[in-house]
């Protein structure tokens, strides 16, 4: 399928997939009436069950199906208002805490019309700050933590 900004629209060709895994990501949208608010209040808690998420998905797709690509949407960052750029880091910082064991995976494919999820995802996957930089550097008065 095609990404949420194109609206899941169908691709040309079919593919043959593995598996599919589903991840519930938290709803931070208040406007949204069939879905509770469940985001966690304290960042620090919110960062980390995003990454046990993840940690979760990604270890199954590739341990459990011994998958060699995972397709891997903005997920959460539509109508749930969870940000791309948060969402893209933990997936990085996920990619990269276990890359040792995930020897079947060849390719990460990220289906996204936002440049922040997979940008902070290559910045997480480097090791680095997956926020962009400022042109200010350490003084930087428009960075802060999440």
Do not use: H, W
């Not at 043959?16 to 960042?43: H, I, Q, W």
């Not at 998905?57 to 997920?75: G, K, S």
């Amino acid at each position: 399928r095609e990404s949420t900004d194109l609206g899941y629209g169908f691709l040309d060709q079919p593919k043959e997939l593995t598996g599919v895994l589903s991840v519930a990501m938290f709803n931070r949208n208040p406007k949204v009436n069939d879905s509770p608010l469940d985001s966690p209040n304290e960042p620090a808690e919110y960062l980390s069950q995003i990454r046990a998420k993840f940690e979760a998905a990604v270890l199954a797709a590739t341990e459990e199906l011994q998958a060699e690509i995972i397709v891997m949407p903005d997920i959460g960052c539509g109508v749930f208002m969870n940000d791309p750029l948060i969402i893209g880091g933990c997936l990085g910082s996920v990619l990269r805490r276990y890359r040792s064991r995930l020897t079947s995976l060849k390719k990460v494919v990220l289906c996204s019309g936002r440049a922040s999820f997979s940008e902070s995802c290559q910045r997480a996957l480097e090791g680095q700050d997956p926020r962009p930089r400022c042109r200010d550097g350490a003084a930087c008065s428009s960075r802060s933590d999440p």
